[in-house]
């Protein structure tokens, strides 16, 4: 597992410019049902709002919903891919979004753990995705060799809880899995609480995990933050409509933006680079226009 992580790592260096990769984000949980996937779309959409060219790979490999809350039905995923009756290319989708997305392959149990052989050819296929900027990879929630080997190959891996006892009890679980299985030296393992009601209630979650990951365990975890309990959040996921853009300023978006800006360690800003240039140019124009 740890040589395909390897493998995975290489392929992403991005052709052309040795001193550029492509950024891996794993996001994962302990157990499903505490927001992965919805935090997952919501980060793409927040870095594809700096400039930066996305995609969001559903890594889930059993029950996969990425296209389900974005209100896509793809004609290909990555059922097709593993069975190499397509190619990366062919299951790549442009979204109305700004994104790009890979579908899982929902309903297919038995490709859940694939064979050394699915595994090296899908990492092999993975060349095709190099020129993003950065690659945000929903894995399937709890542990199976196919999330090990996102999360080791990832240049951050983010746990996703929730306050509830039992998810706390099932990301310290993970957690323990993942110090087991992959070098720690090489483990960039961060935590977001997800559905708090309050900053005080999620700083204390992240807490009680960081504390006895690192006094059991000696992993280092960062905390992230936290994004709040919001009823925004469920209407957009009803609509299959991001909450990013369902409601911009809601408290969950700005939670999402201060995350993203806390992994970039910059001030967040949307509309840079060439989407920014051309907002200033045209406003420039307007006024001269005017005058």
């Known amino acids: 597992m740890i040589d395909q992580a390897e493998q995975l790592r290489k392929i992403m260096q991005k052709k052309g410019n040795s001193n550029v990769n492509t950024r891996i984000i794993a996001v994962s949980s302990g157990k499903g049902g505490v927001g992965k996937t919805n935090i997952s ?20 490999l059993g029950l996969a919903n990425v296209n389900v809350i974005l209100g896509i039905i793809p004609k290909y995923n ?17 979204t109305e979004y700004g994104i790009q997305i890979i579908a899982g392959a929902s309903g297919f149990s038995k490709i859940a753990n694939l064979s050394d052989d699915e595994r090296n050819s899908f990492v092999s296929e993975m060349s095709e995705l190099s020129a993003a900027d950065v690659i945000i990879v929903d894995t399937g929630a709890g542990i199976s060799n196919n999330v090990l080997s996102f999360i080791a190959a990832a240049d951050d891996a ?7 006892p039992t998810a706390i009890t099932d990301a310290y679980g993970i957690i323990k899995v993942i110090a087991t299985e992959v070098d720690k030296s090489e483990l960039g393992l961060k935590l977001i609480v997800n559905r708090v009601k309050t900053v005080t209630e999620g ?10 990951a690192q006094q059991f365990l000696n992993v280092k975890i960062d905390y992230l933050g936290y994004v709040y309990d919001d009823p925004v959040v469920g209407d957009s996921v009803a609509r299959q409509k991001p909450f990013l853009l369902h409601d911009p ?43």
């Open 203 to 212: 700083k204390k979650v992240a807490e009680r995990v960081i504390n006895i």
């Open 41 to 60: 779309i919501n980060l793409a959409l927040a870095y594809a709002a700096l400039g930066k060219k996305v995609i969001v790979l559903d890594a889930d």
């Open 249 to 291: 300023k809601c408290k969950a978006s700005a939670c999402i933006r201060q995350i993203v800006s806390r992994l970039e360690k910059v001030e967040y800003k949307e509309g840079s680079g060439l989407s920014n240039f051309l907002v200033k140019l045209f406003k420039r124009t307007e006024k001269e226009e005017v005058r």
């Open 158 to 164: 983010i746990i996703v809880t929730t306050p509830e």
């Open 78 to 94: 990555l059922y097709h891919l593993i069975r190499k009756q397509k190619k990366m290319k062919d299951i790549l989708l442009d």
